[in-house]
């Protein structure tokens, strides 16, 4: 099956630092990603939508300036996290949607923690 | 806008036993997919089924069923003969068709399942 990774798997950094998220497709081409974030015993909620080659799309009370993504090719994209502070700390998962067969296939996460 | 509701926060079942989790839902329109997806400890989303709206069958896949009722918009999840490795928590999503342009999810809170030995 179509396989999306993500690293770093887990991140510490200090408070006012950025840190980056790399969402990767392995075996397939992703025109378009999903960037979420979940905290503690939550539901998934949509960040940004990612096209690649154009600008991202962002959810209703996402900061764009502080959540930077980056969609340059058809396998990769990233998720800065700029600025980073203790309330930014979350488990962030990214989903591709394969261009050929419209399924998404989600990432393992990334647990950010901001000291 | 759609909505997706998960009623119960937490079910517990026995080993070998049947559960089902329930999901309403709520749209305007007429073609639609909607999911189930499973994220253990590791959590990793893991797809368990999928069913489309257009389709009256109910969707399975070996031991998980769903009992899709379009007119009530509800889109329950059975597990049967229920296992260990089952315990985890359960989301319900909504997602659009392609032709509406639209592809990203919308998640219900989740149900978390215990499995009891």
């Known amino acids: 099956g179509a396989v999306v990774s993500q690293h770093p798997s887990w991140v510490i950094c200090k408070s006012g630092t950025s840190v980056k998220i790399e969402c990767r497709s392995l075996?397939?081409?992703?025109?378009?990603m999903f960037w979420y974030r979940q905290f503690p015993k939550q539901s998934l909620m949509l960040m940004a939508t990612s096209n690649e080659g154009s600008k991202a799309t962002y959810e209703q009370g996402v900061e764009k300036d502080k959540f930077l993504i980056n969609h340059a090719s058809l396998t990769l994209s990233t998720l800065t996290v700029t600025s980073a502070h203790p309330e930014d700390s979350s488990f962030y998962i990214c989903s591709a949607r394969d261009l050929w067969v419209a399924e998404q296939y989600f990432g393992p996460g990334t647990r950010l923690t901001v000291t | 806008a759609q909505t997706v509701t998960q009623s119960q926060p937490e079910m517990s079942v026995q080993e070998a036993e049947t559960v089902t989790l329930s999901c309403t839902y709520d749209?305007?329109?007429?073609?639609?997919?909607l999911f189930w997806y499973k994220q253990p400890p590791s959590r990793q989303m893991i797809l368990v089924i999928r069913?489309?709206?257009?389709?009256?069958q109910n969707a399975t896949e070996n031991r998980f069923s769903v009992n899709f009722q379009k007119a009530a918009k509800s889109f329950s999840l059975k597990i049967s003969d229920s296992q260990l490795g089952d315990a985890a928590m359960y989301f319900c999503a909504y997602r659009s068709t392609l032709t509406s342009g639209t592809y990203k999810y919308i998640f219900g809170t989740g149900t978390r399942l215990k499995v009891l030995a």
């Open positions: 075996d397939f081409q992703a025109t378009t």
């Open positions: 069913q489309e709206a257009y389709k009256q």
């Open positions: 749209t305007s329109e007429s073609d639609y997919y």
